[in-house]
């Protein structure tokens, strides 16, 4: 049995065969990618969930891409059958939901009939109302509105994000199914190993345009058009609507992972905890591969490449690339991947956990 994230296998997404060099910040070069590299499983998935379901729990730190991978899996497979489920983001709807009173009508008559917990259904919504975004909601309730926001959506299979997010809600994940009185689905636990380098510079060095909020990084998400003041450069919206405005950092993103490391620790505990966990099945993703080894397993183009600024003698500034190299969890010199070759590990050991392949 996997103990521990350093443990975790690494799947092969190089295949012989294919030589072509996909561009996978475009659809059309994702789509071609997907079906050359994973294109049996792909179809294996499709035909399953076309007339079954299944629900697989991200773990991973924040920040760790669940959203990312499985809107990837459902960009690859077709998302007409698969939903990512973000209990923060469902937590967050239901808050914007009850100024209409129709939808608070709606689920209060729901809670009435399927909630069981300390507080009435009308107690209940006032709390949603008033919570603080920065407090958790009780797991109770947490059931309550995930078994509300599943029954809209009765045939599709899900990636259920945030959920369980601390120790005392591991035992209610574990029979999530029979709790809320779901369906008889097979359920996955989708593991997600990230660097803390990697959640740290993502955040100092992500910046965000002031006009459409479109968001880039410095060193890792570039614009067509960067600028520079006092020797250090800076990214310019290439939205034409912004006529180039400077794109500005979120303050306090200059700290990094500091000022959510606690949360980011309960993440790794969770994980953690239940890497130990009996008969159910689990799929691996790992972001990153030891540098020395990583050519190996993936193609060049799927490492993450790290963006570099040298301005010319005639003022012009020209963005460079090479592939981003950190320092894993355990200090190895590391590559970290491109979202699109983390999702391909995912549609793989999906298909393979389901039996399809």
Known sequence: MIKNKSDFPTWKTKTE???????????????EY?????????AAIREFVASNTFMAFLLGKKNSGKGTYSKLFMEAVGGENLRHLSV?????????????????????????????????PEETLDLIEGRSQEKLISTELVLALIEYELTKHSKQSVFLDGFPRAMDQVNYSLYLKRLIGYR?????????????TVIDERIKFRVVC????????????????????????????????????????????????????????????????LLGLHNVPKIYLRNSLPAATAL????????????????????????????WTIKDDEGVISHSLLPSAVAVSLIKQTAGVLGLV
């Open 17 to 31: 065969g294919v030589t072509k060099r996909f561009d996978l910040n475009d659809v059309a070069g994702r789509r």
């Open 210 to 273: 002031p006009i459409c909020q479109t968001p880039r990084n410095l060193k890792l998400a570039v614009t067509k058009f960067v600028g520079e003041e006092d020797g250090k450069f800076y990214l310019m919206c290439d939205n034409p609507a912004c006529n180039r405005a400077r794109m500005v950092p979120k303050v306090g993103d200059e700290f990094g992972i500091e000022p959510i490391r606690k949360r980011l620790e309960m993440d790794d505990q969770v994980l953690n905890h």
């Open 34 to 42: 997907f079906q050359a590299k994973a294109g049996r499983e792909i």
């Open 184 to 196: 008889d689905d097979p359920d996955l636990l989708v593991f997600i190993s990230v660097p803390e």
């Open 88 to 120: 923060g983001d469902l937590v967050r709807d239901v808050h914007k939901s009850l100024t209409s009173e129709s939808a608070r009508t709606e689920l209060l008559d729901f809670l009435k009939k399927n909630y069981r917990g300390f507080h009435s």
């Open 296 to 323: 190996e397993y993936v193609d060049e183009y799927e490492l993450t490449p790290e963006y570099y600024y040298e301005k010319e003698t005639d003022g012009s500034i020209k963005i460079l690339e090479k592939p």
